[in-house]
């Protein structure tokens, strides 16, 4: 399958004792990348320097085999997106009205929204179910409503890669399934390739082609889910001790032996 996106010996530094060191990264199209590790090795910084957030200091990113540096902010914002952790829950701005930002990349400077754009803003609010609470203001609605309508405005721009910072945190259990069951649903039904960062090992596992598995900066594995879970891996990169089971519906799983 054809890379959408590549990263080249990636490095960046804070401080001496928070760094990236030579990452090189590829991502094809219609995958779902998961990047796991324990706090503070690097994951959402990864997807910082992955969206040109941040500025590497040496190695480079390449879009569908352009330098990324080299392209303008509207024609990356076309390509790609990217949802932080961290949003404004008590906006009264309508669902609709956060959902119609996503077309701005889609508009010249001279240009307000016209009806071709409603198109896009309806499909964005149908495929995250949200079409019922177009009207109602964020500071309204369930947290998982919320994270919903956020995923929405990043479809509506209507780009082939989506990257998530960490879309279930401040979630309970039922939202946390609802948002990764329509991560999954956009990666089927629009081919979307989706990299997210996620906590939960078991919800990387169940919603991810494949996994990257991060210590203090590094890459210490990547693979399919299969190929990672191992008692090892576990142990040398969070330090506990696990088992590997595997069940009939949930397929495989960890459970932590303990610390």
């Given at each position: 399958?054809?890379?959408?996106?590549?990263?080249?010996?990636?490095s960046f530094?804070?401080?001496?004792?928070?760094?990236?060191?030579?990452?090189?990264?590829?991502?094809?199209?219609?995958?779902?990348?998961s990047?796991?590790?324990?706090?503070?090795?690097?994951?959402?910084?990864?997807?910082?320097?992955?969206?040109r957030?941040?500025?590497?200091?040496?190695?480079?990113?390449?879009?569908?085999?352009?330098?990324?540096?080299?392209?303008?902010?509207?024609?990356?914002?076309?390509?790609?997106?990217?949802?932080?952790?961290?949003?404004?829950?008590?906006?009264?701005?309508?669902?609709r009205?956060?959902?119609k930002?996503?077309?701005?990349p889609?508009?010249k400077?001279?240009?307000?929204?016209?009806?071709?754009?409603?198109?896009?803003?309806?499909?964005?609010?149908?495929?995250?179910?949200?079409?019922?609470?177009?009207?109602?203001?964020?500071?309204?609605?369930?947290?998982?409503?919320?994270?919903?309508?956020?995923?929405?405005?990043?479809?509506?721009?209507?780009?082939?890669?989506?990257?998530?910072?960490?879309?279930?945190?401040?979630?309970?259990?039922?939202?946390q399934?609802?948002?990764?069951?329509?991560?999954?649903?956009?990666?089927?039904?629009?081919?979307?390739?989706?990299?997210?960062?996620l906590?939960?090992v078991?919800?990387?596992?169940?919603?991810?082609?494949r996994?990257?598995?991060?210590?203090?900066?590094?890459?210490?594995?990547?693979?399919?889910?299969?190929?990672?879970?191992?008692?090892?891996?576990?142990?040398?990169?969070?330090?506990?001790?696990?088992?590997i089971?595997?069940?009939?519906?949930?397929?495989?799983?960890?459970?932590?032996?303990?610390?």
């Amino acid at each position: 399958m054809e890379d959408v996106l590549t990263a080249d010996q990636l490095s960046f530094g804070f401080s001496d004792s928070y760094y990236i060191k030579e990452l090189s990264l590829r991502f094809k199209k219609r995958e779902v990348v998961s990047i796991i590790g324990p706090n503070g090795s690097g994951k959402s910084t990864v997807l910082r320097l992955l969206t040109r957030l941040l500025k590497p200091a040496h190695g480079a990113v390449y879009l569908e085999g352009k330098p990324l540096h080299t392209l303008s902010s509207k024609n990356i914002a076309k390509k790609l997106t990217m949802l932080p952790q961290i949003y404004d829950h008590r906006s009264e701005m309508t669902v609709r009205d956060l959902v119609k930002f996503g077309r701005q990349p889609h508009l010249k400077w001279y240009e307000d929204y016209h009806q071709s754009h409603d198109t896009y803003i309806d499909w964005a609010l149908e495929a995250t179910r949200l079409t019922a609470l177009q009207h109602r203001p964020l500071s309204s609605l369930s947290g998982g409503e919320r994270q919903r309508a956020w995923i929405a405005m990043a479809l509506a721009q209507k780009t082939p890669i989506l990257f998530l910072d960490e879309p279930t945190t401040f979630l309970d259990m039922y939202f946390q399934f609802e948002i990764l069951e329509l991560v999954k649903s956009l990666n089927e039904r629009y081919g979307l390739t989706i990299v997210m960062v996620l906590h939960d090992v078991n919800q990387a596992i169940r919603y991810s082609d494949r996994l990257i598995v991060m210590k203090a900066g590094e890459i210490i594995l990547e693979g399919t889910p299969e190929e990672m879970l191992t008692a090892e891996m576990f142990k040398a990169v969070y330090g506990v001790d696990v088992l590997i089971k595997e069940d009939e519906e949930m397929g495989l799983f960890v459970v932590p032996k303990g610390i």
